[in-house]
């Protein structure tokens, strides 16, 4: 858990909670499960066929980004999903890890509980909408995807330093799985313009569209603080240096370049 928090502060560095108390209660009386409640994080015990939960790294990881989703929420603005959270903490676990495989030993085997990069396949939205472990692999994998291209795009701690605050800038405002396009697109943006692109929107369509989550038609014009987002165009995207100021400062965009990645979630965030 200290080691979640230190993390976490890299990109939340504000976040009162992260400050306080967070307990874990271990060996917990039942199987194969773990579970947040705020400050609280419960870890169920080993059996024959699962592993103490307590003893795996990315399952501390992603109860505590259930207690950080939770903590971050903007009050009025964003809201608390079942999917989206389940999807959004595997992402910080499997961030932390650098394995999009996330829950390895689970079942006492390499195998993982749940895979955000599985070879050859996309979790899409709305074919993939099961249950919330499962629908979460579509906006965990979406995450991941961008992580991946900013990587290489940025470079390593830089890519993964600016998909990490992507994310956490998303779930303060999102309200389901398909507003954090346009939650990411708002983060990503530095001139109050998406019109124009940001300066990593290239990266986020590609990833985004993958997972059916880049909406078809655009919206054209705010009509609100971040109620309504026109959907931005692709546009070459160029390497940043990992700061808040130098993600925020005005650029001119490039001529916008086309791109086959388009979903069919056509919400915004609705609020």
């Not at 708002?186 to 369509?205: E, Q, Y």
Request: proline share 6%; aromatic share 8%.
């Amino acid at each position: 858990l200290i080691r979640a928090k230190d993390y976490a502060r890299r990109f939340a560095p504000d976040l009162g909670w992260l400050d306080a108390k967070v307990a874990a209660k271990v060996n917990v009386n039942d199987l194969c499960n773990a579970y947040s409640q705020g400050s609280v994080l419960a870890f169920f015990r080993e059996s024959e066929q699962c592993e103490n939960m307590a003893r795996l790294a990315d399952v501390v990881y992603h109860e505590f980004g259930h207690s950080l989703h939770a903590s971050s929420l903007i009050p009025g603005v964003g809201a608390y999903e079942s999917a989206l959270g389940e999807g959004v903490a595997d992402y910080l676990a499997v961030t932390m890890t650098g394995d999009p495989g996330m829950g390895r030993g689970f079942f006492y085997s390499e195998e993982p509980l749940r895979q955000l990069d599985p070879k050859g396949y996309e979790y899409r939205w709305p074919d993939d909408i099961t249950g919330a472990h499962d629908t979460g692999l579509i906006i965990g994998g979406a995450l991941w995807d961008l992580r991946q291209a900013l990587r290489a795009s940025l470079g390593e701690e830089p890519g993964v330093a600016v998909a990490d605050e992507l994310y956490y800038q998303a779930i303060r405002r999102a309200v389901d799985i398909p507003s954090m396009y346009v939650e990411i697109l708002a983060a990503d943006d530095d001139d109050g313009d998406l019109a124009n692109g940001t300066p990593h929107v290239c990266a986020i369509n590609t990833a985004f569209g993958r997972h059916g989550l880049r909406p078809v038609g655009a919206v054209s014009r705010r009509s609100g603080p971040r109620s309504r987002a026109r959907t931005a165009s692709p546009c070459a995207s160029r390497p940043r240096a990992c700061n808040r100021s130098a993600r925020r400062t005005p650029s001119r965009r490039p001529s916008c370049c086309g791109s086959s990645a388009t979903g069919s979630a056509g919400q915004a965030a609705r609020r």
